[in-house]
Each structure stands twice: as structure tokens, then as C-alpha cells.
């Protein structure tokens, strides 16, 4: 099986975002919060996905604004 959790560290890596772009994002509702168990946080692998699903694309596809 693949990798199902990540967390803050490996986040941030992937995603190529600091901290504090990644907690601003958050706090706006535009981004997936973590998920606790005991004192640790993580995030779902398939739930950052379907967030970079829904980013739109950047040329190409029509949607740019």
C-alpha cells in the first residue's frame, strides 16, 4: 500500500510551501486541515490531492482568468 498520511514536514516538502503559507491557507478555509492522533498532526494523502485536483491549471485548459 501507499502512503496514506503525511505529515507537516513531508507537507511542506511536497507541496514546496514554509509554515506559515501553509497555516494562512488553512485559516482561509482553502486548504485541508490536519488531523490529530495523540499529539500528532497529519494529513490525508488522497484529501491533499483532491485540493491539487481542484487548483486550476495554469495554461491550456481554458479556465485561466
Same mark, same amino acid.
Given at each position: 500500500?501507499?502512503q ?11 507541496? /514546496?510551501?514554509?509554515?506559515?503559507? @501553509?497555516? &494562512?491557507l ?7 486541515? $490536519? #488531523?490529530?492522533? /495523540?499529539?500528532?498532526?497529519?494529513? @490525508?494523502? &488522497? ?8 487548483? $486550476? #491549471?495554469?495554461? /491550456? ?5
Amino acid at each position: 500500500m501507499g502512503q496514506i498520511i503525511m505529515n507537516k514536514a513531508q507537507l511542506l516538502e511536497e507541496l /514546496g510551501i514554509v509554515e506559515n503559507t @501553509l497555516r &494562512a491557507l488553512i485559516e482561509q478555509r482553502a486548504f485541508p486541515p $490536519p #488531523r490529530k492522533m /495523540g499529539a500528532k498532526l497529519f494529513w @490525508l494523502v &488522497a484529501e491533499v490531492v483532491e485540493w491539487l485536483q481542484g487548483r $486550476p #491549471r495554469a495554461w /491550456g485548459s481554458g479556465n485561466e482568468e
